[in-house]
């Protein structure tokens, strides 16, 4: 063994280097950081060729006084905190002292800052981390960092650069989470020239959403407000119409930091669950706020993940205000007239979630994780996923619903021509599914992959509370499939398999739910493939609420005595196989989770089906529930009900253009 010696301090600075500044977009991320610390208003961001030859961050922030310009690039050299103490309650993106030297190490910059009480700023240059010159200039208030270069004396980095086009949607994408997490702040990104995105910076966060995901895009997005214990949650959410095929669009803020966190993904994602399409994923940008010593933010030294004091704090706040959010949406998508979208069954795969589900009553939820006393009543609410490491590990698992106030805000009819919208300019997969988009581009070319599909769509509308009570009646039926309703100067079309499903799955899971069971003269004995047997005899009590006796029958088979009674005893061992394959493939682990899974398949199966004749006051029974408002998605997060206007059909028609 070689013996040991203490590394240079310019070895150390690229090892510390490695760390902090991977790519590009993590110049981005940390010069744009530095310049919302510094109190800028408007910050301007210019890259070329994927920001591997030119970072230029420009703001008009506090200013760095020309005696502290080259401390600044000192490792651990910060303004922002002092002492051990300070590192409990962090207020400023920054606090580390290790951007500036990082990236000076890795590139060749020059800096150019003025502070307001100075008359002349002055400029630093830097190579591989080295000054190379100081000098007064003349520059207006704030700090301009130009970073040529990257990785220049780093070969190994170097190679493992993606194409400048990755590099630069990265470099979007990082100015975008800037922008989401500070309304009040203007950004500006030019890519070689061209300007790919401009927030207002006029403080509200629905202006940046605007900005950053396009006008179409973000009118699928609903208010989300609430508090927990020591959390306020506050945002928007899309519509579960509007989920998407990739995580992509999730953005979480915790007192201005974005960050990434496997806790809030879930608590929003288990918000949606039973209402949202397999393989789609909501799109959310929340803001939290914490107290300061609430949450670590030194445990990576990317700062995009942090540490609660409490997961389930924030798990529960979370959740609440976006199922709150949800419920209090009172939107149905619009009918599509003219064939201007693409037919929505492609885009829904007939699988269940292994998700926790709630109810879809919309009374805003305030207080309660669900309007007690109605049809559905949520038993419990769901678990965050297993705390992270060093977390709450030892915890019960045991959860209390915290007191919640919550105030959605006028709610907006999502298009269909948004929420089947094809990433990507459109291209749809052959399955129907749409593709991702490009690795590192999230966010980027989402404008124009809906503006396209958004031009059709109708203005949209706000649906009052008033609107609701206006009386209907039934037209009608087409197809033996759809019921269609007229009320007022709108009509409706209802799918009556789906509303029916949904109706099922919220009676079956309300607390006091007694299955009808109907014993079988002759016991159905069958023999399922042997792990389907497992992972049934695993379920027998969850078998028997929903209605079955189940027992091994030994050999290898199982005995069914009893069965739900709108269930044939031919189709018997269809559905325990059809039950069986879920559990299996979703490794639902949860009691609640797997109670799902088979109401999914119950409800299914005790709905009526599209093409069945049915008696009037069926149909009535199945209008009523939709017009209450009391189911909007089936299990599966296709929509019950579209509506079609007078005014859209009288265009159709040129009765009024
Ligand atoms: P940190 O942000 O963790 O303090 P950095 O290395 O990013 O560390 O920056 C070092 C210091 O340089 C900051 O603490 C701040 O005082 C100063 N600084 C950096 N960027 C700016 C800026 N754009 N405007 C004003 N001051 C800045
Ligand atoms: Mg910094």
Not at 59 to 87: N, V
Not at 301 to 321: D, H, I, L
Request: glycine residues 10%; negative net charge.
């Amino acid at each position: 063994m070689p013996h040991i010696a203490q590394l240079s301090p310019h070895v150390a600075d690229l090892i510390a280097a490695g760390e902090v500044v991977e790519r590009p977009a993590s110049v981005v991320k940390e010069l744009t950081e530095n310049a919302v610390d510094a109190g800028a208003h408007v910050v301007t961001v210019e890259i070329q060729n994927g920001g591997m030859t030119l970072v230029r961050v420009t703001d008009d922030g506090c200013g760095i006084a020309p005696g502290e310009l080259q401390t600044a690039f000192l490792r651990h050299a910060t303004s922002k905190i002092r002492s051990e103490y300070d590192l409990e309650a962090i207020g400023t993106l920054g606090f580390r002292g290790e951007a500036l030297a990082a990236i000076a190490s890795v590139s060749r910059l020059e800096v150019l800052s003025r502070r307001p009480e100075d008359g002349l700023g002055a400029s630093l240059t830097l190579e591989g981390g080295v000054v190379t010159g100081q000098e007064e200039a003349g520059c207006p208030v704030g700090t301009t960092m130009l970073v040529r270069d990257l990785f220049y004396n780093t070969p190994a980095r170097l190679k493992f650069m993606k194409k400048d086009a990755a590099e630069g949607a990265a470099c979007l994408a990082a100015v975008q989470r800037q922008a989401l997490a500070h309304p009040e702040v203007s950004f500006k990104f030019l890519r070689d020239g061209r300007q790919e995105l401009l927030t207002p910076g006029d403080g509200k966060l629905r202006s940046a959403l605007y900005a950053v995901l396009g006008r179409d895009l973000a009118l699928g997005f609903t208010a989300v407000e609430g508090s927990g214990e020591g959390v306020k949650v506050s945002g928007f959410t899309s519509l579960p119409t509007c989920c998407r095929g990739t995580r992509g669009y999730q953005f979480f803020f915790v007192n201005g930091r974005y960050i990434k966190s496997k806790t809030l993904t879930a608590a929003v994602e288990q918000a949606y669950a039973n209402q949202r399409m397999v393989g789609k994923f909501p799109g959310c940008v929340l803001h939290l706020e914490v107290k300061l010593n609430a949450v670590d933010v030194n445990v990576h030294p990317t700062k995009q993940e942090v540490k609660f004091g409490s997961e389930r704090q924030v798990f529960s706040a979370v959740y609440y205000a976006v199922l709150s959010a949800l419920g209090a949406d009172k939107s149905r998508p619009a009918a599509a007239v003219g064939g201007a979208v693409k037919p929505q069954a492609e885009d829904f795969h007939q699988t269940s979630l292994p998700l926790h589900d709630f109810t879809s009553k919309g009374t805003g939820g305030m207080g309660h994780p669900a309007p007690l006393g109605q049809k559905d009543r949520l038993s419990a609410p769901p678990t965050p996923p297993s705390a992270p490491a060093g977390g709450e590990k030892n915890r019960s698992p045991v959860f209390r619903p915290p007191v919640l106030s919550a105030s959605p805000q006028g709610t907006l009819i999502s298009q269909p021509a948004a929420d089947s919208f094809p990433l990507k300019g459109g291209s749809l997969k052959a399955d129907g599914s749409a593709e991702e988009p490009a690795k590192g581009s999230e966010g980027a070319g989402l404008k124009a992959a809906v503006g396209a599909a958004a031009e059709e769509a109708p203005e949209p509308a706000v649906i009052s509370a008033e609107e609701q009570e206006v009386p209907w009646r039934i037209v009608g039926e087409l197809f033996h499939t759809y019921i269609i309703v007229e009320q007022g100067e709108k009509a409706l079309l209802i799918d009556k398999h789906a509303a029916h499903e949904r109706m099922n799955f919220d009676r079956m899971r309300a607390v006091d739910y007694v299955p009808m069971s109907q014993v079988l003269l002759s016991p159905v004995v069958f023999t399922p493939a042997p792990e389907e047997k497992a992972v049934l005899l695993e379920n027998l009590a969850e078998l028997d609420r929903v209605g079955f006796e189940v027992e091994d029958f030994g050999g290898g088979s199982l005995v069914v005595r009893s069965i739900p009674d709108y269930l044939d005893a031919a189709g018997v061992d269809a559905a325990l196989t059809e039950i069986a394959g879920k559990l299996s493939l979703t490794g639902s682990t949860g009691e609640r989770e797997r109670r799902d899974e088979i109401l999914h398949t119950m409800a299914c199966k005790a709905a009526i089906k599209g093409g069945w004749k049915n008696a009037p006051e069926e149909l009535e029974r199945v209008a009523k529930a939709v017009m209450a408002g009391e189911v909007k998605y089936c299990p599966h997060g296709r929509p019950v009900a579209i509506e079609l206007t007078q005014t859209e059909l009288e265009k159709q028609f040129k009765r009024r253009s």
